[in-house]
């Protein structure tokens, strides 16, 4: 079966599957913020008008600068991105050709760029259960690595790993003379984020990925940022295709920066929804990953491959993402982004009927 590789867009995930798509649904599979955009970014969306009638910035100067000043970096050290997708693909044309590790399971598009970029991709798999890191067998893996690929917190089981753990990562990679890509696109859902930025110095092997997409819940505008030493900026930037992020992306990243209330809104609801979904998951015999972000992994232990449940909600019209193209997952597992209360509540008691039916 041909599955789709990205979570939204259901009528793809509908036509591969072979069920008929019900015309009330409510989408589990993109970890889009449940709140929305911005207030801020509503009341002035009328404004954007004017922004299309020229070229974007270039050097996207100036949300670059509220960047630089909310992280404690120079200008140098950003590069914007059109999503978090292209700054993947500029970094696999960097790396072209070099020996790569994948922490698994992980975004799918790493692997993509790589292997589209002739690189020798290997995997250090986190097991299921308690999804330790392992440094022991990864410090082995590192030895022959060009460059890895760490995605904190996790997607798509949701962890976060502590300072402690990046900062031992980033010792061994310095070690190795290997390339650290920290994908940490969901950073602004963790309540216990330690900034990585000081890790990024003048000489430094680590580069940080950002998503504004997610937070701010403008997938359609495609907004990301890439953090690193100006030599790695330089390298990346000079990959870059000209005008890829556009005004209107732009304009509303520069807005979104300044909207600190609503990530303190969207943070004490994923909290309160998360807590109450683990409590409902755990008293009704489901297994769910110890997430701190905005999804999560969820399977139902009498089954092995969650295909079962997956048709059934379906069915239903909720629609989770399959890791079917997650190794180390396979399908044994279903993702759920956290949505607000009443979307939780309808997927909490599809999730009774199931449960019942068995």
């Known amino acids: 079966m041909n599955w789709p590789s990205h979570g939204s867009n259901p009528q793809y995930l509908y036509e591969s599957i072979d069920i008929p798509m019900p015309e009330e649904r409510i989408d589990f599979s993109a970890n889009i ?17 004017q922004f299309i009638s020229d070229y974007p910035d270039p050097h996207s100067s100036l949300l670059k600068s509220k960047l630089a000043a909310a992280e404690g970096i120079k200008e140098t050290q950003i590069l914007v991105g059109n999503g978090g997708a292209e700054l ?99 950073y602004d859902f963790a309540c216990d984020y330690q900034s990585t930025v000081p890790f990024i110095g003048k000489d430094s092997n680590v580069v940080v990925l950002r998503s504004m997409t997610k937070m701010y819940s403008i997938p359609g505008l495609r907004l990301g940022y890439m953090l690193a030493s100006e030599r790695l900026i330089e390298r990346a930037a000079a990959l870059k295709p000209h005008w890829s992020v556009n005004a209107l ?5 520069e807005w979104c920066l300044d909207s600190k209330e609503h990530v303190r809104l969207t943070k004490k609801l994923i909290r309160h929804e998360r807590e109450r979904l683990v409590q409902f998951y755990r008293q009704s ?29 379906l069915e239903k019209g909720i629609i989770p993402r399959h890791t079917m ?11 759920f982004a956290i949505k607000g209360p009443k979307d939780n509540d309808v997927l909490m008691e599809a999730m009774l009927e199931w449960r019942k039916d068995r």
Not at 299 to 309: E, F, G, H, I
Request: aromatic residues 12%.
């Open 33 to 49: 913020n449940p709140l929305g955009p911005p207030r801020e970014l509503k009341e002035r969306w009328g404004n954007l008008f």
């Open 88 to 186: 993947i693909t500029l970094i696999g044309r960097m790396i072209a050709g070099k020996r790569v590790l994948i922490i698994q399971p992980a975004f799918s598009e790493y692997e993509e760029a790589c292997r589209v970029n002739h690189c020798t991709v290997s995997y250090h798999q986190l097991e299921p259960g308690d999804w330790e890191f392992n440094m022991e067998a990864l410090s082995e893996k590192l030895k022959v690595a060009d460059a890895v690929f760490f995605c904190n917190p996790n997607n798509p089981t949701g962890i976060f790993y502590p300072s402690s753990i990046v900062k031992e990562l980033v010792e061994k990679c310095h070690f190795h003379s290997c390339l650290l890509i920290m994908d940490e696109a969901f």
């Open 285 to 313: 015999d489901f297994e769910v990953s110890p997430s701190s972000v905005n999804f999560y992994l969820l399977r139902d232990p009498s089954v092995d491959v969650q295909l079962p449940l997956f048709r059934f909600l």
């Open 325 to 335: 193209n997650f190794p180390g997952l396979e399908g044994k597992w279903l993702r």
């Open 249 to 253: 992306a732009l304009k509303a990243g």
